[in-house]
Every structure is written in C-alpha cells, then in structure tokens.
C-alpha cells in the first residue's frame, strides 16, 4: 500500500465482500397508486420534529405544461398519508425541482426548481407545511444572474438561503457554446427574495458547473465541488479557495454530493466512467485524498452496489448512502460505510427491477435518519399494488 501525501490519492480497493445487517423495510408510500395526479420520481427528503417526511417530485403532479408533469412538493405522515402540498405549473412557480427541500425550525420548506420561472431559467421557492407557496427568486433576470438551479439550498439561522446554479454567471469563454451559458454561481438569498451572487465560477482553477449541495459551517464559509473535479470554498464575503483538484479523469462526472465532519474532513461519491469503478472519497482538511473503491466492473450484479451518486448522511463517524443499481438483487441498496476499517455493510437490497409489486428500486437520492436510528428515503422507480412505476417512499428499522 503506498503512502498518503499531501494531494496524493490513495486507493483502497475492497476485496471482501461487503457484510450485510438486516433491517426491515416497510413502503410508506407509493406514487401513483391512488391518483394520476400524483407525483413521480421523488428527490430526498427531510423530516420535521413530528416525524412528518415532506419532499419534491421531478415529475408527476398533474400539471399539463411539462409533458410528464411539472412536479410537486408533498408530505408523508408517520403513517403513510400522503398531501400533495403544491403542484407546479411552470410559469410563474417553476418546474421539474431536481433536488429535496431543506426545512427551518417552523417547519417552513425551501427548495428550487430547474425550469420555469423566467424564460424557464428555474426559481427559488419556500412553502409552509400547510402548503402556502410563494417564490422567492426567479433566476435569469440579469446577465450576471445563474441559471438552472440544480442542488438544493442550505439555511442558515438568519433565515438567508444558500445554493448554486449550473450555468449563468461567468461570461468566460470556457463555458460559453454548446447549449452552455456561463460556468455556474453561489447564491445567496434573504428571507425577503433579495439575491446576491456570491460567486461566479470561471472554469479555470476553480471548475465549472457545480450541480449538488453545499455545505455550510459555523462561520458562514460555503464547500461543495462541481463537474471540473473541483472542491471549493467559498467565504461569506464571496471569496473561492481551491481545496483540492481532483486527479481522476472524469471522477465526480455530474458532480459530486459533499459531506463534511466537525474536524474538516470531507466526503463524497465518484463514478467513474462505464462503470470502470464506484465508491467513495475522503479529502482531510490538508489535502489529502483517500479513495474507497466498492464496485470495479461495476453492474447490476456487483453485490456491493453500484452507481454511488446521491446525497450523503454522515452520523457517528460513518457515512449512510444508497447505490442506485446493483446489491444483492440488482435493483440498488442501501449502505453504511466505516471509513476507519474501510468497510462497507448493506443495510437492505432492493428487488430486482420490475420484480415485484410491493417495493421500490433504484434508490438514488439518498438517506436521513431520525433520533431513533431509523432510516428513510425514496426510490425512482417500483411498483405498489399493480400501479405506476413512480417510486417509493421507504423506511429502514434496524431488527
């Protein structure tokens, strides 16, 4: 095993077989299967003191607008009662949010959309948990502002919202040409719906077209990372820092979901090309990357998993994800990984697809986790009771 330097990466390739815990899996909710208005394809989720779930739907809704629906916001009781909190129409609350909401201590929700708004430039939006919308920002309006808010917001106490936007700012001509119109922007906006662009990405050192989260820490600072192989900071006054660039070709490829620990260690998920290999990233706050190979060759028959590209959970010095593909049955799976004993044990398989009609498969948004060690996330696909493949709403009890 060769020995970690500063920006040096190191890989460690898993030989063994992941191990397995059991946990028992119970469908909250399936889209699709009492109403054709009903959402499809849910994002993360988030949950309030009440053990409520509220999430976003990339399609679905019943909105005529996008051709398979605009999307909604909804929630989930304890017991499975779904409420579609808002449909989006397009024009003017937005369309096809990509990403989960973030949620406030009123319980209030906020989260973006892609397209609509604007000339379809995407919005900032925030809704109560009763359902009343409002938009905040509609993105586009000047040659400076982002476009196409991908990732979702972060809070912080004063209630000032922070994210990024795939395109738009930057005039650079690195990311000008090709459907691409500006390298990407951090964002802030008030309470109020007044925005400041922090940052404007130039496609230079530090990257282009940041498309996940952030992650915010106690002083204001911003992290996350973008397509360029790129993980950033970004002050409260707007000034970048290149963290680290990452030496793989291609690593992050969509970018990477970011997750960091109270001593500045960051984590993420790589993907490589044609599933050469997946897994895992770690980068300490000196620069030094170690790299967690889980799947090489990887395919639906990779037991381990495969296709690691969601939102990360970090609880107790371990890291919780889902694979989207793969696991014992080849419909995806949900992990936990150590990083000090560089193991990884699956917490459940989902079925293979199309293979039943009472799960989900293809979970790949993610997990959250309440005071009771529980899990819950959502798939993108699966069938309920003979209906839709719309995805699901799950949870995971430790036996």
């Known amino acids: 095993m060769k020995k ?14 992941a191990q397995t815990a059991t946990y028992t899996e119970s469908i ?10 009903d959402g499809g394809t849910p994002n993360a989720l988030v949950m309030d003191s009440a053990g409520n779930l509220y999430g976003t739907t990339q399609t679905g809704g019943g909105s005529t607008f996008c051709f398979a629906g605009c999307g909604m916001v909804f929630k989930i009781s304890p017991t499975g009662t779904e409420t579609i909190l808002h449909i989006f129409t397009n024009n003017p609350d937005g369309a096809v949010p990509l990403s989960g909401l973030a949620i406030d201590k009123s319980d209030n929700l906020y989260g973006t959309t892609n397209a609509g708004g604007f000339n379809g430039n995407g919005t900032v939006f925030k809704i109560t948990s009763k359902g009343k919308y409002s938009v905040l920002h509609k993105f586009g309006k000047t040659k400076s502002d982002g476009l196409y808010p991908f990732g979702p917001v972060v809070l912080d106490s004063a209630g000032n919202i922070y994210g990024t936007t795939e395109q738009g700012g930057s005039t650079s001509n690195l990311c ?5 119109t500006g390298c990407g922007t951090i964002f802030k906006i008030t309470a109020k719906g007044v925005e400041t662009v922090l940052y404007k990405f130039t496609g230079e050192a530090d990257g282009a077209y940041p498309v996940t989260n952030l992650v915010r820490d106690s002083k204001g600072n911003l992290y996350g990372s973008n397509i360029s192989n790129v993980l ?7 000034v970048a820092t290149t963290l680290y660039t990452f030496p793989g070709v291609d690593e992050l490829l969509d970018g990477s979901y970011t997750a960091r620990n109270s001593s500045g260690t960051f984590y993420g998920d790589f993907d490589y090309p044609n599933g050469s290999s997946d897994g895992l990233w770690q ?6 990357e170690t790299t967690y190979t889980l799947c090489t060759n990887c395919s639906s028959t990779s037991a381990d998993g495969a296709g690691f590209n969601g939102p990360l959970l970090l609880s107790g010095g371990i890291v919780y994800g889902t694979a989207s593909a793969g696991g014992a049955s ?4 949900v992990y936990e990984f150590d990083s000090t004993t560089s193991t990884e044990t699956i917490l459940y398989n989902f079925p293979n697809p199309g293979s039943s009609t009472s799960d989900g498969w293809t979970p790949n948004a993610g997990v959250i986790m309440d005071s009771a060690g529980n899990l819950y996330g959502t798939t993108i696909a699966g069938e309920y009771f003979g209906n839709g493949q719309m995805g699901t709403v799950f949870k995971l009890t430790k036996n």
């Open 4 to 17: 970690t330097v500063l920006a040096v990466m190191l890989s460690l390739a898993l030989g063994a077989a």
């Open 330 to 333: 080849g419909g995806g799976a």
């Open 232 to 238: 950033f900071k970004v002050s409260p006054t707007g």
């Open 283 to 288: 980068v300490t706050s000196g620069g030094v």
């Open 28 to 37: 909250l909710y399936a889209f699709g299967s009492t109403s054709i208005s």
């Open 176 to 180: 000008v040409g090709n459907g691409s």
